[in-house]
């Protein structure tokens, strides 16, 4: 499978760009500036530089599925966890993409019940949520609860509803159960919530998860 990682440079995106490379499937990492083309060659994948707020139609040529990492640490929720996002569902569809996997967040759902501080992020990411659970691509959007750089255990809880209080998990976790959803079919139009836990990933992933 040849897989497209918006938001290679990032913290997650890292993560999922050197896992696709070590594993049997193709990567391409996207970055918005020809500046971070050479950290993504170090991670074993190959460059695309594309800006989410423009024309990325080149950076889905003769991709089988793309991984949506990218965020705007709070700097431009609309322009970039939105309307980025949206950008290249667009192109997905037009393209012909099979898969499309969004890193979303805990609570994009119900922003409201979250801190002031993140309430407009999470409205931008849940209107982007909601236009690729339209978008007729085969989706699957994860969201994860707040995010640690420990080491990845590699075991993981999901749910609809997840305890609130219990939901960390570590980056490279996120990142592992990013790239098992691009072929656990389980997973195919599905939305859930992640945080560490005690079952491996497949086996998290194994079930439906209606929602």
């Known amino acids: 499978m040849n897989v ?16 696709l490379a070590e594993s049997d499937h193709s990567v391409q990492g996207m970055v918005r500036v020809e500046s971070q083309a050479p950290d993504i060659g170090e991670l074993g994948a190959e460059p695309v530089v594309a800006d989410l707020s ?11 599925a793309i991984i949506f990492a990218a965020g705007s640490g709070g700097e431009d929720v609309w322009g970039v966890d939105r309307d980025g996002a949206i950008n290249l569902i667009d192109e997905a569809v037009s393209a012909g ?16 019940n979250s801190p002031e501080a993140l309430r407009e992020y999470l409205r931008a990411k849940g209107e982007a949520d ?9 989706y699957t959007i994860v969201r ?39 072929e656990a079919e389980s997973t195919s139009d599905e939305t859930f919530e992640l945080a560490a836990g005690e079952v491996s990933i497949d086996e998290a992933l194994e079930t439906p998860l209606h929602t």
Do not use: W
């Open 4 to 19: 497209l990682v918006a938001g290679s440079h990032g913290q997650v995106g890292q993560h999922v760009t050197r896992l």
């Open 54 to 64: 423009g024309d990325v139609s080149h950076a889905v040529e003769g991709i089988d």
């Open 130 to 138: 909601e236009y690729l659970q339209q978008s007729g691509l085969t």
């Open 97 to 112: 993409v099979e898969r499309f996997v969004m890193l979303s967040s805990i609570n994009a759902d119900q922003p409201e």
């Open 144 to 182: 994860p609860g707040p995010l640690t750089n420990e080491d990845g255990t590699e075991q993981i809880k999901t749910g609809t509803d997840l305890d609130r209080d219990l939901i960390q998990i570590p980056r490279e976790d996120v990142a592992r159960t990013l790239i098992a959803t691009l």
